[in-house]
């Protein structure tokens, strides 16, 4: 497995991360434990070195699955997971945003238990709290690291003016966000700050949540538990106008000896040495078919012919419901 250096950090990790929140939330029932841990040793095995947990992910199991998988391999492996995010008492609901410095700290010192661990590689906020300045936030992390507990920081889904004003405070590792051929809006304002500024770019969602496997079409249905359900992007008539790209990936993969998820993931890899994506899988084939993504050597050409005809496909739907939309970009 390759490895990648996120930004002008020292934190080098594998060039594909593993996304982890689906094994407990998000995309329909949780993972049976034991199966879940079989995939994340396997990911180890196979070189990958970079995990991204969530405190909200469950909430809290999947920061246990993710500490008790990953314990015999501590210190071969970097974790990241976040915080900002109010949750309910026994876990049943999100009350809003926090990240007062205070709340901070205390997520950090309750996801380190839950982890199996002494410090956490990079520590992300989850949203931007409009309610606390970013340079406050910035410098709870700060004394996080300060204090040994932490060892990077980072911001998920934020906008380029509180990128900038957290970067002055202390040195943003990397910026978690969504980004594939099925979204590429980072391209116009994110990729040329976090080049200027040395931030990594960590990817989620690099395969579209699934649609660019080609495994998914208008007529397929989703678990009622599953969050596609409630986005935009994924209504049967959204997904039926969107089939283009994945008819793109379909008609490319074949000449690159390739799954279209394979292209998909090379195609990212390609666009800047700093880009680190976190596919995430239940399935150990899933999981050697991403790896394989990252030994397929696209070309210059093949780069530019499949980012054009990208750009040509009009794509339909919001990539979040509204009430989820407004936590973005901010």
């Not at 841990?37 to 196979?46: K, L, M, P």
């Not at 949750?87 to 205390?106: N, Q, T, V, Y």
């Amino acid at each position: 497995m390759q490895k990648r250096k996120l930004g002008s950090s020292d934190l080098e990790v594998s060039a594909l991360g593993l996304g982890c929140m689906g094994m407990s939330s998000g995309y329909g029932p949780a993972g049976e434990t034991s199966a879940m841990i079989t995939v994340i040793r396997a990911a180890v095995e196979s070189g990958i070195t970079f995990f991204d947990t969530a405190e909200i992910y469950g909430p809290w199991k999947n920061e246990e699955l993710v500490g008790e998988a990953l314990a015999p391999f501590r210190k071969q492996v970097a974790i990241a997971t976040k915080f900002g995010f109010k949750i309910g008492p026994k876990g049943e609901r999100l009350e809003g945003l926090d990240s007062r410095p205070a709340h901070i700290k205390e997520v950090a010192e309750a996801s380190l238990k839950r982890l199996k661990t002494d410090v956490i590689d990079l520590f992300y906020q989850h949203r931007v709290d409009p309610d606390v300045p970013i340079e406050d936030v910035a410098g709870a992390v700060k004394e996080l690291i300060q204090a040994g507990k932490v060892k990077h920081f980072g911001l998920s889904e934020a906008g380029a003016n509180t990128i900038r004003r957290a970067h002055a405070v202390l040195a943003v590792t990397a910026l978690q966000s969504e980004y594939s051929l099925f979204w590429r809006e980072p391209e116009r304002e994110i990729m040329p700050l976090l080049e200027e500024l040395g931030i990594g770019f960590v990817p989620f969602s690099p395969l579209g949540k699934g649609f660019l496997t080609g495994k998914i079409d208008a007529n397929t249905k989703f678990d009622p538990t599953d969050f596609r359900n409630l986005v935009p992007r994924f209504t049967p008539e959204a997904r039926q106008a969107n089939q283009g790209v994945v008819d793109l990936l379909n008609r490319i993969a074949p000449r690159l000896q390739a799954t279209p998820a394979q292209v998909a993931l090379a195609w990212l890899l390609a666009q800047k040495p700093w880009i680190v994506p976190i596919p995430g899988t239940t399935k150990l084939e899933r999981l050697k078919e991403n790896n394989g993504g990252v030994s397929l050597e696209l070309s210059p050409a093949d780069v530019q012919e499949i980012t054009a005809a990208a750009e040509a496909i009009p794509l339909q739907g919001a990539r979040y419901p509204a009430n989820l939309q407004k936590l973005i970009g901010r």
